[in-house]
């Protein structure tokens, strides 16, 4: 059973930026895509982040564009998501995802979940 575990999770100011981490690994995951998904209270979780298994393909949901950023580190397994201008809009737990090919293919593509951590943004 591959283990993914982020962190990184906390409480945040709005307009902060802070970064999550999701370890795991390198076997598993350095030829496949990673993502990043959330959910927020009462909603279901959402595609936030995804990138490719060499880093040079990304793909980002509209309403973090511009904002977030998602980078890997293959000869650690470590896959990165760095939250700027955060929004109240934004709290959420966090899942890192592996996904089962080299590119995203949608959340039916993933492979492993983490166990997701939570970011609050509240002043």
């Known amino acids: 059973q591959v283990q993914l575990e982020e962190s990184g999770g906390g409480l945040v100011q709005p307009g902060d930026s802070h970064r999550l981490s999701c370890g795991g690994s390198k076997r598993t995951s350095s030829n496949n895509a990673i993502s990043w998904f959330r959910q927020a209270p009462g909603k279901e979780r959402e595609f936030v982040a995804a990138?490719?298994?060499?880093?040079?393909?990304?793909d980002y949901a509209d309403s973090v564009k511009g904002r977030f950023t998602i980078s890997r580190d293959r000869s650690r397994g470590t896959a990165y998501l760095q939250m700027n201008n955060l929004k109240v809009e934004d709290t959420a737990v966090y899942y890192c995802?592996?996904?089962?090919?080299?590119?995203?293919?949608?959340?039916?593509?993933?492979?492993?979940w983490g166990k997701g951590i939570l970011v609050t943004v509240s002043s």
């Open positions: 990138i490719n298994w060499n880093g040079d393909r990304t």
């Open positions: 995802a592996v996904d089962r090919s080299s590119y995203y293919g949608g959340s039916r593509s993933v492979q492993y």
